[in-house]
Structures are given as structure tokens and as C-alpha cells.
């Protein structure tokens, strides 16, 4: 779903979403916390938005950001 909402090689500061496998989240450089958690939104918000679908999650989140 994430491949079909177009969202390989979206990025948020150094998080990106993998080009070869739109599952994986890749750190180009010194991707924050707070950089995988907004792009893990803007996924979320994106796929919602353009295929009328909630994904949820595999991680759990440990601590404030």
C-alpha cells in the first residue's frame, strides 16, 4: 500500500522510506527519532488519505521524543 500511495524515497530530515522495499524505513545520514516517527505519520496520513486504509505499526515506541 505504501508503493501504491507512491511513497518510496519520501522524506522527513534524513528518514526516508526505502526505494527498493517501501516496508523499511532507511536513516540517509543522522535521521532522529523525531524524523522516523513524522515520517511514519506522513505514511500513515498519506495511505489513509489516498487508499482509504489505516496501517498500523510493528514497533512499539519507548519514551518521549
Known sequence: ???QA???GARVGEAEVSTK???F???RGNATAHDVMQLIQHVQNEVKRK???DLETEITV???L
Do not use: D, F, P, S
Open 62 to 64: 519507548v519514551g518521549e
Open 6 to 8: 507512491g511513497l518510496k
Open 51 to 53: 487508499l482509504g486504509y
Open 1 to 3: 500500500m505504501i508503493e
Open 25 to 27: 524505513i532507511v536513516n
Open 21 to 23: 522495499h517501501a516496508n
